[in-house]
């Protein structure tokens, strides 16, 4: 009994998963959160009240709760609240595009670095390269060649997060590997790219999951950081990190212009990991119960 | 004679997800100056549970009941600072897994002089030199160059002798050896079991022997009490037990081997078929019978108690006759 | 041991060399003409001629790769092309600056991340447990060049507790210097702490449910040996490989500190040279930033050893 279910690929059970993540309320709260950002970001056009770039000079400062401007206007008399939702977008946009970016080169090499030891080496050669270089110079750099924009501020922080992606999927490997229901289809000769693709990546999925959780909210970090130093994302297009630079001037005069911005980074970046702690957790329960 | 440890009616519940788990039930037994009792049973069955009791080892989701006194010192209830000042010194405990008992991070004589220097005050230059005496009496060689390892640039047999001489630095009067040789190689668990003999001579201290194999009950004990399920059912003299086991899960672990109390070959339990029950609350019956093939119908309505007297059983239907030889 | 340190050396050195073309591609990969951007005003083929001669960029790849190592090696970084000013000098006035902000930001979140990870670990269950947590997940989550620009609002501007911005050399007035780098540093600090404190806990955890803990234990130590002795020393193994892989995001972070702060670093510098354009800075920056970051972690990897006996002393068995 014991060796036929050894020989049968562990299910990874989502749906008690998704059970043990909705029983926990903070979980829930994160996930509230995440869709009410998910929903002004993807209908923001319809949503904000104002064209987020519309200029009106004689309605600058105005304080939070003027009429039409709840959160008020920054130092052009631009609508906050617009401009955040619309910031929300590209944070979501630079998040998930970096983390993608990430996803695609990082999860063959691990496969690839776990699965044949010869090329381990030169794999983890490369991490240490890719490492020598802090994200923020990796910025600096390719902003210094193919200019400032959100799709290079994307890349430079995807390439900064593809260590991590290849030392997770390269450990999940070796583990997988050494499991029975892998030997076993390794002893019945299937091919190695037919034991990567059908054993090994859908058994690593959950471990990849919970990467991809933690990594979009660094990622919209990273994104609130190049564009807050003017590497990231091009004004007067808002991001919640140009805000932040606009607003750093004004601070004094226009503390909401300044105070807004960085709570939406954080209620974001916060719910984010609360949801991927509860499903780490979810997923190994026994790690939570320590 | 006066016992030195008087375990009375000692009774240990887990708190659990799944609701309270009684461990140990009523167990009672008694331990004589320089005397060897060994706690038999097989695995789940509490031996570990009691003797962690002992000295006040177990987890904060552990409930214990009962009295364990020490030399009349009642240790169930004892604050934490009396406690600390008995485990180490008075009562000292031996593990199974010499692999990872010793911290890894330093080197074994610092690990022996710290209870040197915990309980007795030596400063770091006695201690050192008391710590290399020790590793001589267990008999580890050129202990003066050993003192300066760390644990794992010592065999398993090497570490156990090191935990043997941390436990005995203080010369407690009572010694607990948790399974003290079931991680070892059978050439390597002879020396270990020599080192605790010599123990018990040289220096008379009581062993409380927790062990599933009956090899090492047959070489080094005086006494033996059965545990099955949380309860004591048999306990006798060494070779009383032996000869003429009473108890039908006695029978069950000696098996119809009638060498098992002559040779000191490392002999394991027999398999007896079932397995040992997890109880949440322990039954008006014999919780083995299930498994017995002696059973009656007041083993499944009334708990039977131990019987008085040097060889005491727990069974409304015990095997009278001697084994056969 | 020797074979563990000559092997991590020589790994070391293959990120270097890979580390240093990479720069050098990366400059080479630069828009426009370098010349161009040398000549300035004078774009006439004569005096163009003549810089591409003068910066060796009429000779091949090879050579040109050859010239940047040795000169790099000697310490020679070039001339920013803005002001002529040797690159090496303007990085060892910024150098100090970073190291000293980086040094107390580690420090200060190594005190508050390691002290509230063994308090998680130790009070488990308990309210202690669940701020350190709560304010654990804070602390990833703030973005702290955000949590910067708010401690000089409130902090500084209003209640005047900081100098909101500027520098004092630590050999100039100590006390100025410090009272100027305190709040930087606890900003820069605050992710760093986040993920000590996470490392610390779980690692207490694994520390306190061995077996040696339970050794410890029945030996009769007092709980301050149990837990600040034998379960925090083979925790703090874990947290050091931890603070040696968050040397880059602490790179990072400095930079942005600097920049709200108004700090004369290395981070000023970097974003300066951006804007201007000034390759030859940022070529320098880049390749300084890499090599201290090989060089930290090889030293973080000796401490390693020096802190775990088992790497250090060969085991027989």
Redesign the interface.
């Known amino acids: 009994m014991a060796v036929v279910e050894a020989l049968v690929p562990p299910r990874s059970n989502s749906r008690r998963v998704v059970r043990r993540v909705l029983r926990n309320p903070l979980a829930i709260t994160g996930l509230a959160v995440l869709a009410i950002a998910v929903v002004l970001a993807v209908f923001a056009n319809w949503l904000a009240p104002h064209d987020p770039t519309q200029t009106q000079l004689g309605n600058a400062f105005a304080p939070p709760g003027t009429a039409g401007h709840l959160l008020g206007t920054d130092d052009l008399g631009r609508d906050v609240l617009s401009r955040i939702m619309f910031g929300l977008r590209a944070s979501l946009h630079v998040g998930i595009l970096a983390v993608a970016f990430s996803l695609v080169i990082g999860v063959p090499l691990g496969l690839i670095a776990g699965y044949f030891r010869a090329i381990d080496a030169l794999i983890s ?1 490369l991490t ?2 890719v ?7 990796l910025a ?2 390719l ?3 193919r200019g400032a924009s959100l799709g290079n501020a994307a890349i430079a922080i995807g390439i ?1 997060q593809i260590p991590g992606m290849i030392r997770i999927v390269r450990s999940e490997t070796l583990r997988l590997k050494s499991l029975d229901f892998v030997s076993a289809a390794i002893v019945e000769g299937a091919g190695d790219a037919w034991i990567l693709g059908r054993h090994i990546l859908p058994n690593a999925g959950s471990a990849l999951i919970v990467q991809a959780t933690v990594g979009i ?1 660094a990622a919209i ?1 990273g994104e ?2 190049l564009s ?4 990231g994302i091009q004004p007067p297009a808002p991001s919640l990190g140009t805000m ?1 630079s606009d607003a ?1 001037q004004f ?2 005069r226009a ?1 909401w212009a ?2 807004m ?2 709570v939406a ?2 209620l974001l ?2 719910a ?3 949801v991927g ?1 509860s499903l780490r957790d979810a997923l190994d329960p026994k790690a939570s119960r ?1 | 004679m006066t016992p030195v440890l008087a375990v009375k009616d000692l009774s240990v519940t887990f708190r659990t997800e799944d609701g309270p788990l009684s461990a140990v039930d009523h167990v009672s037994f008694e331990v004589g100056d320089g005397e060897v009792l060994a706690v038999v049973g097989e695995s789940g069955c509490g031996k570990s549970v009691t003797a962690m009791s002992i000295a006040g080892l177990l987890p904060r989701s552990a409930t214990v009941d009962g009295s364990v006194e020490l030399d009349g010192t009642e240790l169930i209830g004892a604050d934490k600072r009396t406690l600390r000042s008995i485990r180490g010194r008075e009562v000292a405990y031996i593990f199974q897994e010499p692999m990872t008992s010793l911290n890894p991070v330093f080197t074994v004589g610092h690990q022996i002089s710290e209870v040197l220097r915990t309980h007795i005050g030596l400063n770091r230059q006695d201690a050192r030199t008391r710590a290399i005496e020790l590793l001589k009496l267990v008999g580890i060689s050129s202990a003066e160059r050993r003192i300066g390892d760390y644990p794992h640039q010592l065999s398993g047999g090497m570490r156990q002798r090191v935990m043997i001489a941390m436990a005995v630095a203080c010369d407690p009067k009572v010694l607990i050896a948790d399974e003290p040789t079931t991680a070892l190689d059978v050439t390597i668990q002879a020396g270990i079991l020599d080192v605790l003999r010599g123990l018990r001579e040289r220096l008379g201290t009581s062993i409380v022997l927790i062990t599933h194999d009956l090899g090492v009950v047959a070489d080094l004990a005086d006494r033996v009490a059965v545990m099955y399920a949380g309860r004591v059912v048999e306990t006798a003299e060494v070779h009383d037990l032996f000869a003429n086991p009473q108890h039908p899960y006695t029978t069950g672990l000696l098996g119809a081997s009638p060498a098992a109390g002559r040779h000191a070959e490392s002999q394991r339990l027999n398999e007896i078929p079932g397995l040992v029950p997890v109880l949440t609350e322990q039954p008006d019956a014999c919780t083995f019978a299930d498994r017995c093939p002696r059973a009656v119908d007041t083993c499944t309505t009334s708990q039977p108690q131990l019987t008085p007297g040097p060889h005491r059983v727990a069974c409304w239907n015990p095997v009278r006759e001697p084994v056969e030889v | 041991m020797r074979r563990y340190l000559l092997n991590r050396l020589w790994q070391s050195l293959v990120t270097l060399v890979l580390a240093t073309i990479v720069v050098f591609v990366g400059v080479r990969a630069l828009p426009g003409d370098p010349a161009l951007a040398l000549a300035g005003e004078e774009r006439d083929p004569e005096s163009l001629r003549a810089i591409r001669q003068q910066y060796g960029l009429d000779q091949s790849w090879l050579v040109q790769f050859w010239k940047f190592v040795s000169h790099a090696a000697r310490g020679d970084l070039g001339e920013s092309i803005r002001t002529g000013t040797p690159v090496r000098s303007m990085i060892l006035s910024a150098l100090p600056v970073t190291i000293e902000l980086s040094v107390l930001a580690i420090v200060i979140a190594s005190v508050i991340g390691v002290g509230a990870g063994v308090l998680a670990a130790v009070r488990r269950g308990g309210p202690a447990e669940w701020a350190a947590n709560g304010l654990a997940l804070l602390g990833l989550s703030v973005p702290h060049f955000w949590l910067g620009l708010m401690a000089i609002l409130y902090l500084s501007v209003a209640l005047g507790l900081f100098p909101a911005s500027g520098f004092v050399p630590f050999f100039t007035n100590p006390v100025a210097n410090l009272h100027h780098l305190i709040l930087p540093a606890v900003i820069l600090g605050t992710g760093l702490a986040a993920v000590i404190m996470r490392q610390t806990r779980s690692s207490m955890l694994d520390a306190l449910s061995a077996d040696y803990i339970r050794t410890a234990e029945a030996k009769g130590l007092p709980p301050k040996a149990v837990i600040g002795k034998h379960a925090l020393r083979n925790s703090l193994i874990v947290v050091v490989t931890i603070v040696g892989l968050q040397l880059g995001a602490l790179i990072s972070g400095a930079v942005v500190t600097e920049r709200i702060f108004a700090l004369p670093g290395f981070g000023k510098l970097t974003v300066d040279a951006v804007f201007q354009r000034d390759y030859p800075v940022i070529q320098a920056v880049v390749l300084v930033t890499a090599t201290a970051y090989i060089v930290i972690n090889l030293l973080v990897d000796l401490l390693y050893s020096v802190i775990d006996p088992r790497i250090r002393v060969r085991g027989e068995a």
């Open positions: 050669r240490d390269l490492l020598a270089f802090p994200f923020l110079i600096v750099g902003a210094a060649i900064a909210p970090l609130a950081v807050f130093l003017g590497l932040l750093q601070a004094s503390p300044a105070v911005p960085g980074i954080m970046t916060l984010f990991n609360i702690d320590r």
